[in-house]
DNA sequence: TAATTTTAAGTAAACGTTTACGGTAAGCGC
DNA sequence: GCGCTTACCGTAAACGTTTACTTAAAATTA
């Protein structure tokens, strides 16, 4: 069995409130116990059990994570994020992957308030409201990561994605391209669909070009479906000079079905992707993107959890355009 | 406060013991109070205290996972696996970011040791003593991945990284290559580094090849790393028709310098990978690679861990070399 | 019907901590 | 020498469960 604080009591002849006062560095024994106490400690290799701690303390250190997936570029960056913000300040963190499956994800989070979490980060995941509703039962602290929610008022960080994407749309726009299509996501989803297709169409709306809807392909935000649209673009609109991709990834897509059809890019068409994650610097060309501070949105975000400070206000992050080689300048 | 077990016994006038009856499916009621337990608790909203559970049963249903870094791509893949199974075994799965840190996974293992994990899993990691007793003094399941012990008799899960490295090597040599050169990791590294080099030379010496210490440059398994290599390589052996690298990264780095020195793949140059990561089949041209099955590794080291079978026994999984478009046949 | 077994339920100890409270001895001021 | 504070430390309750043991009633058997 492993070595109680009540062995470590019986062993140097002190009472158990002794050994856990020590423990917790509060006061009230001498330098002279708190040495022999130690010496035990170390002697039978005792350590404190934090289930019965938490189960008195009503305080686990242990927070819970949800992300539709947990192996995409964005979510492993925000994770480390998260988990290096968390070790910091002494957390644990529960990872759990939802497939964005709303069975598993109710499962998550009664198995996180079973478990007694201290605080509970949703990311990219629209918050229904079964969710929402569970989460308000737990009385523990939430934030959000790369989406929000209307209905329920929980603090968010994200970057603002409209604007973000009226810039990429502008900045294709400002190196003199005229015929722009865009790889979007679906227009159901209100997080990183439809703002991002709506920047797109204000940019064009604001330098007057021609906006058809034969210019949006819709994917879903992963590679293959970069190709897929990449190619019905082409198929429908070939005078395209350039193109806005939603997510880093579909970019790669396209970046791919253009080097299949023999399309160079950035000489033939322009590509500016979204993200930037890893990948973006490693693609051939390097990935011209708009880049979302995913790593420090993850450390924020546990640094928001915990915050003592009363209210917490939601954060718009800055995002802004990295300049690599899949956008040409023309004329 | 939140609702306890006893909230709900005095609610539906029984007894403590009942409701845990009912909730743990022991017998002992009759259908009548199970239905009337089961409404308070649907009621006011109760929820189990796995912190207080854990405290009795010693039994978390939580483990931990080392990994040095969560956020490269064999880590991602790696850790769906595991959490896939794991969730369904009903485990919560902690991650455990050493960053390759001594003192950090000292920490984390002292961590995971007081928070009473069920069992842990080691990635990727050379398992130092200091760790090695950590683990041992806990008494639990521990199992390693991608990764061996030699000196604790430790259940391990990976692929035979020298025969791979061979493999891969006599794969190149096959499409008549003659100058194959390497990118390796560090030979320290005993694990994914010294194996698959002495993989690589040993095909070399079986086929009557050239082998000189030119010919393998050391990255760390890095893109950038992968970069440096490729320009190293050609510097010293500017007659090498093909490159095996020990990581998918570091063939991306590699592509990514023949394309900036307008060096063709694989028409001027052969290049196979390792790992097959997700980004292999994104590259242009897609990367011919060894693949692990890294998330079946993951899914079968959580088994492992919770196998109720006695005595585990270490598995080698099988690779394979998927053909992909970077390597070309000369003669 | 009486004896016996089975079933439904309650009581209380245990899990390993933290912590409020109390007690004793020492130190101090007068 | 007496009262008071302070420092050191022990006792025991509490945290929310599970579970061994007990008990009373119901069901079964003879």
């Known amino acids: 069995m492993k070595p109680t604080i009540s062995d470590v009591a019986k062993k140097a002849g002190v009472s158990i409130a002794t050994v856990s006062r020590i423990l917790n560095r509060l006061p009230g024994y001498t330098e002279e116990t708190r040495k022999a106490v130690l010496n035990v400690i170390r002697e039978i290799g005792y350590k404190p059990n934090a289930i019965a701690r938490g189960l008195v303390k009503k305080h686990t250190y242990t927070m819970g994570v949800l992300l539709p997936n947990i192996s995409s570029r964005l979510a492993s960056a925000l994770l480390k994020g998260i988990e290096d913000a968390a070790h910091r300040l002494g957390y644990s963190v529960i990872i759990c992957n939802t497939d964005n499956d709303g069975r598993r994800t109710v499962e998550y989070l009664n198995v996180l308030a079973e478990k ?32 929000v929610s209307y209905r329920f008022q929980i603090p968010y960080i994200k970057v603002d994605d409209k604007q973000a994407a009226y810039q990429a749309t502008k900045y294709l726009i400002e190196k003199g391209h005229k015929e722009i299509g865009m790889i979007g996501g679906s227009v159901q989803d209100i997080i990183a669909g ?3 297709i709506e920047g797109y169409k204000q940019a064009l709306a604001d330098y007057n070009l021609t906006i058809t809807d034969d210019r949006i392909a819709f994917g879903n935000f992963a590679y293959e479906s970069g190709i ?30 253009a080097f299949r059809k023999g399309i160079k890019v950035p000489d ?43 209210a917490v206000e939601s954060i718009i992050m800055p995002h802004y355009i990295v300049e690599r080689d899949s956008v040409k300048k023309i004329n």
């Not at 509970?120 to 959000?144: H, N, Q, R, T």
């Not at 649209?229 to 396209?254: H, N, R, W």
């Open 194 to 196: 439809l703002p991002r």
């Open 268 to 310: 033939d068409l322009s590509i500016i992707g979204y993200d930037d994650t890893q990948d973006a610097e490693m693609t051939i060309p390097p990935l011209t993107t708009v880049h979302q501070p995913v790593y420090e949105m993850g450390k924020k975000s546990v640094e928001m959890l915990f915050s003592t400070k009363g």
């Open 228 to 257: 897929r649209c990449m190619d019905e673009l082409f198929q429908k609109v070939p005078e395209i000079t350039a193109v806005f991709a939603a997510s880093d990834e579909m970019a790669l897509g396209a970046l791919s079905f």
């Open 116 to 147: 007694q979490v201290d605080g509970i980060i949703i990311a990219s995941e629209w918050l229904k409201d079964a969710y929402g509703e569970a989460l308000l039962a737990m009385k523990i602290p939430v934030v959000l990561v790369l989406t």
